[in-house]
């Protein structure tokens, strides 16, 4: 079961580039890695997922190096609305929910 | 993209008393889990709801304590047996599909156990 580890809490203003770092040394090889923002008193929302190199979206992209143990979520241009808790999962959701794990998540404070 | 709702959003129950939610989506989705947030705390697997037979449990959840119901491929509820206040969390509902990575949540419903 991979284990993941994110910063507990990151600080930015309006307008950076935010580098969210998922820690899984243990991913398996059929193992995806998703990534999902929560806001308070929400349900989490899916923002990106890969297997490896970089995927990007309108949202956000994510880079995984060759040895998929690390992720990093980044954010381009953050705004006040980005402020939300930021989950990495890894797991093979598809067909064993139960091997997919949450990490304890990165709460994001963006200024103005 | 799936839509999901919850009922309740929220209820205070008594100890040694039941609570019942239901989730509904809005579409037929393959999969539909459940989860328990704690307050400030990250997500806990407790279940999948498998249409048609009996859930698949996480280790540490137990179906006498979380029984779990899908009839069909839209609906699930999940009850909370026995209460007592360490029960009191956020309870979410989520879907999707095979060969799909993306999950998509509820609102949650709160339970407080007094």
């Known amino acids: 079961l991979a284990k993941t580890t994110q910063p507990i809490s990151m600080d930015s203003y309006e307008g950076q580039e935010v580098n969210i770092t998922c820690s899984h040394n243990n991913i398996a090889t059929n193992d995806y890695i998703t990534w999902y923002q929560q806001f308070p008193s929400q349900g989490p929302r899916f923002i990106i997922q890969?297997?490896?190199t970089k995927v990007t979206n309108e949202v956000a992209s994510l880079f995984i190096p060759a040895d998929r143990k690390s992720s990093t979520l980044s954010l381009p241009r953050v705004s006040l609305s980005d402020t939300a808790v930021y989950y990495c999962?890894?797991?093979?959701?598809?067909?064993?929910?139960?091997?997919?794990?949450f990490g304890d998540g990165t709460t994001l404070t963006v200024k103005p | 993209s799936a839509v999901i709702s919850q009922k309740p959003s929220r209820d205070i129950c008594q100890r040694g008393t039941s609570l019942t939610i239901q989730c509904q989506v809005d579409?037929?989705?393959?999969?539909m889990f459940w989860y328990r947030q704690q307050p400030g705390q990250s997500l806990t697997l407790i279940a999948t709801?498998?249409?048609?037979?009996?859930?698949?449990?996480e280790s540490g959840f137990v179906i006498d304590k979380f029984p779990i119901s899908r009839p069909n491929l839209t609906f699930s509820t999940l009850t909370v047996s026995n209460l007592s206040p360490e029960d009191s969390s956020i309870y979410l509902c989520?879907?999707?599909?095979?060969?799909?990575?993306?999950?998509?949540f509820g609102p949650g419903t709160r339970l407080t156990v007094t």
């Open positions: 989520s879907a999707g599909g095979v060969g799909s990575y993306e999950q998509y």
């Open positions: 999962l890894v797991g093979d959701i598809a067909t064993n929910a139960g091997k997919s794990t």
């Open positions: 709801a498998n249409q048609g037979s009996e859930a698949t449990y």
């Open positions: 579409s037929q989705v393959t999969m």
């Open positions: 890969g297997y490896k």
